[in-house]
């Protein structure tokens, strides 16, 4: 919805501004009064359409956030700068679950909100041995996703990944890929594929260990 909007924001506020003059042309025709209302219709359009525009993305992801930090998934909050993983698929009669449930039964999820002011994270992903998994990373200033890990762009195989805010200048440590944040807030979404009931227990457990941890904790220097 967020990236339907920003790109198709010129169309709407067209559309907007169509609907406002139909219903001004209408008013002509009906002989009434139409200057308070071209001039509502006009402030409602410069103001409201472009203020839909830019702030509803924000908001929505700024809801992640909250829902996040405050309540988590079903056990509690989720402290910042770490992963949670859903022990099991969504439910809709869940209504914890329903902040991450879409309609499929095939995936756990994992989430979580990452806050990079105070240095880079270092993101572990065990060997998925050809499982279908993946991790976005989303800008909460625009909701657009920035990057991806996972299957299909990074590989089933092991690695650990540097999650860098703007204004970072150290080095990457040897055999860890950097992932530059455009902020310092990143909203981090996930999934891993489940076959069947008989497979949850080693998708979860692979799930689990996807995790974060500060770059300093690992014995090295920003």
């Not at 956030?65 to 009669?93: C, D, Q």
């Not at 095939?106 to 992903?125: C, I, R, S």
């Not at 909203?187 to 009931?197: H, K, Q």
Request: no cysteine.
């Amino acid at each position: 919805m967020n990236r339907l909007i920003l790109k198709y924001g010129i169309p709407l506020t067209v559309v907007i501004l169509a609907v406002f003059a139909w219903v001004i042309y209408q008013r002509i025709r009906g002989g009434t009064d139409i200057v308070p209302l071209a001039v509502a219709a006009v402030i409602v359009w410069l103001v409201g359409a472009p203020a839909f525009i830019y702030l509803w993305p924000r908001l929505t992801v700024g809801g992640f956030k909250r829902a996040i930090v405050k309540h988590g998934f079903g056990e509690g909050p989720i402290p910042v700068n770490s992963l949670y993983a859903m022990p099991s698929t969504p439910s809709p009669s869940e209504s914890r679950g329903s902040l991450l449930a879409t309609g499929t039964d095939d995936l756990l999820y994992l989430g979580g909100w990452l806050e990079l002011k105070d240095g880079p994270l270092v993101l572990h992903v065990p060997e998925m041995a050809g499982r279908y998994y993946s991790l976005q990373f989303t800008n909460p200033s625009d909701s657009s996703n920035f990057a991806y890990v996972g299957t299909r762009t990074t590989g089933t195989g092991a690695g650990e990944y540097v999650l860098s805010g703007p204004g970072w200048s150290g080095s990457v440590p040897e055999g860890m890929t950097h992932i530059p944040s455009p902020g310092h807030s990143v909203l981090v979404i996930g999934r891993v594929f489940v076959a069947n009931e008989s497979d949850l227990p080693t998708a979860y457990g692979l799930a689990k260990q996807v995790a974060l941890g500060p770059l300093g904790a690992r014995g090295l220097t920003r």
